[in-house]
Every structure is written in C-alpha cells, then in structure tokens.
C-alpha cells in the first residue's frame, strides 16, 4: 500500500508561479511511474505531468509544456511540479499518482493510488 499527500496549493494571480509536493509513504516509491492529473469542477480529470522512475524521462499534456516541470527526489520520497506562467484555466484540484505497472503514462486508469489533491486557483 502506497499513500501520497499533495501539498502546495493556493491562490495566484495569472502569470505567477506555484510548486507542488507530493510526499509517498513506503520503501518502493523509487520504483514507480509517478504522474500529476488535475480537475476543474465539471470536468474530467486530466493527465497533466509524469515522470519515470529514474526521473530521466518526462512527459507532458500540451497545454501545460512549456510552463510546468515536473521533477523527483527519490532520497526523500518526494515528487515535484513547478508550474509558471500560470492562467485561469489552470484552475483545479491537482492530484498526484502513483503506477505501480508499466501502462500508458498519459492514462488515469494506469495508475494505482492517488492523494486527496490541493487546490489551484488563478485569478485573472
């Protein structure tokens, strides 16, 4: 069993800046695809970051590359957003998961166990 908890949301004005944390419980947080999903009320949830396990490999959805980054520390059991420049439809509660397997990193369905989330809002 794997929990997370996000944490580093708030209220930010567009074009400020945000990072989020997201601390894993356990001993085999090195070894799994982590990955960031965000929902705005109304909305599907939707793949925003992942990284892999060596955090040598990242991966985006379109509408946020460029401004975010996500990153790792497996020393520390932590996974990272920075997300810059940021807009009011980045509003939403951001979650981060944990894959256990070896499927898509863009798929909600891959993964195995998701924190309660933090929420972002942007004001414009």
């Known amino acids: 069993q794997v929990q997370v908890v996000e944490s580093g949301g708030g209220l930010v004005q567009a074009g400020g800046s945000l990072r989020l944390s997201c601390v894993a419980s356990?001993?085999?947080?090195?070894?799994?695809?982590m990955g960031w999903f965000r929902q705005a009320p109304g909305k599907e949830r939707e793949f925003v970051a992942a990284?892999?396990?060596?955090?040598?490999?990242?991966y985006y959805a379109d509408s946020v590359k460029g401004r975010f980054t996500i990153s790792r520390d497996n020393a520390v059991n932590t996974l990272y957003l920075q997300m810059n420049s940021l807009k009011p439809e980045d509003t939403a509660v951001y979650c981060c998961a944990a894959q256990t397997g070896s499927g898509s990193y863009y798929s909600k369905w891959e993964y195995d166990y998701w924190g309660q989330g933090t929420q972002v809002t942007v004001s414009s």
């Open positions: 356990g001993r085999t947080f090195s070894t799994y695809t």
């Open positions: 990284v892999t396990w060596n955090g040598r490999r990242t």
